[in-house]
């Protein structure tokens, strides 16, 4: 599904909402969705004229304008849309997880999870950056990532992921090990 954002800030707009396309504060509004869903969510708001006609302009530009393409893998991304880049930390002291996924098992059954639930890029990281977290040796590092990216590409070879780290060698031998991105 071509997912679009449209983000904007508008005045004096009263209305109350409830669709998982549409995210707001009190002068603030992001639409989510296809083109079309985004469209028949304007006719149905009667949005005041000043938001629904940035609303029109919005997507007459975003129809004109060209994007970059990647092939990344062997998949095509049209930076047009959106695309979900899930995390999976396989640290034991991450801030979102809590270290659920070190053991490289259950580190590889979240991931094909992930892909199951409609991710993109799966985004391996083993080193926290949460606040006061210690740095991880490069080696500890590597043992870390490098199973587990092996595992989910021999289980879904043409799954995308991505490696977070601040290390050159850890890069360089996840690319190695099939990753296409390093974050």
Do not use: C
């Not at 006719?43 to 975003?62: C, G, P, V, Y």
């Not at 999870?113 to 040796?137: K, L």
């Amino acid at each position: 599904k071509n997912i679009v954002n449209f983000f904007f800030k508008y005045r004096n707009q009263k209305f109350k909402i409830n669709s998982e396309n549409i995210f707001y504060t009190k002068d603030e509004i992001l639409l989510t969705g296809s083109i079309k869903e985004i469209i028949n969510i304007t006719h149905l708001l009667k949005f005041n004229e000043s938001l629904n006609s940035q609303i029109i302009k919005a997507i007459k530009n975003f129809e004109q304008s060209s994007v970059i393409q990647y092939e990344i893998g062997k998949r095509n991304f049209d930076f047009k849309f959106a695309y979900v880049m899930w995390i999976l930390n396989v640290t034991p002291d991450s801030f979102s997880d809590g270290g659920q996924y070190l053991d490289k098992e259950k580190a590889v059954n979240h991931a094909m999870d992930m892909i199951e639930s409609g991710a993109d890029i799966i985004d391996v990281g083993g080193e926290s950056t949460r606040p006061g977290s210690e740095q991880v040796s490069e080696t500890d590092e590597l043992n870390r990532v490098i199973p587990v990216i092996s595992e989910i590409l021999k289980r879904k070879p043409d799954a995308i992921l991505s490696i977070d780290t601040t290390k050159a060698n850890v890069a360089k031998e996840a690319l190695k090990s099939g990753v296409s991105i390093v974050n």
